[in-house]
């Protein structure tokens, strides 16, 4: 992916806010790591090391069209697992990191759908409401998970920010090309 050889990072001070990253957190390097596995690891790998200025050879954020389905996918599958979680009423590390995870998935579609890197995890800093291509009430809605993200209700919420998310994704997808072919088309 970028073209360093450091093993780890410093998280930059813009992502250092819970429930994502801890102070002098440190996030691996994943150079040579395929795209889905980058995402099963860490889902702000792209944006951080934009913003500690590295170099990077896949901007996920310049091509939604093919990195937003990847995304999805992995959320679908860490929804089953959440669902039967809250479902069997489990507690447990595992349920709160595929939590974390599932917003994090969450955060970065967001930003990317729009052609955007995350460049801040910070509340202030988020400038959801300037993005877009957005569900209704996303930043409150948003809010409110950050600030309970084990909770059900949080779970139910994300369920619901991502199932709006998807289609108003596939709705923008379906504008562009419709109005790609339009244009190509020849006038007769």
């Known amino acids: 992916m ?4 450091r ?7 813009s992502f250092l806010c819970s429930p994502f990253f801890k102070e002098d957190g440190l996030f691996s390097n994943y150079n040579g790591i395929d795209f889905e596995e980058i995402l099963k690891k860490e889902p702000f790998y792209f944006d951080m090391l934009h913003v500690l200025g590295e170099e990077l050879n896949e901007t996920p954020w310049m091509n939604p069209e093919r990195t937003i389905p990847t995304v999805m996918k992995q959320w679908t599958k860490i929804m089953t697992s959440l669902h039967k979680a809250f479902t069997n009423r489990e507690k447990g590390l595992q349920k709160e990191e595929n939590m974390i995870h599932s917003i994090s998935l969450f955060v970065i579609s967001l930003y990317w759908a729009n052609h955007k890197p995350v460049s801040s995890l910070l509340p ?3 400038m959801i409401s300037q993005l877009p291509l957005k569900p209704a009430n996303c930043e409150e809605r948003l809010s409110f998970i950050i600030n309970k993200p ?3 209700h949080s779970f139910i919420q994300l369920q619901q920010l991502f199932s709006e998310f998807e289609k108003m994704f596939s709705k923008s997808l379906a504008i562009k090309r419709f109005n790609h072919s339009k244009r190509i088309t020849p006038i007769e």
């Open 150 to 152: 084990f909770g059900y």
């Open 2 to 5: 970028q073209k360093n050889n």
């Open 7 to 13: 093993n780890e990072y410093l998280v930059p001070k």
């Open 124 to 126: 202030a800093e988020m």
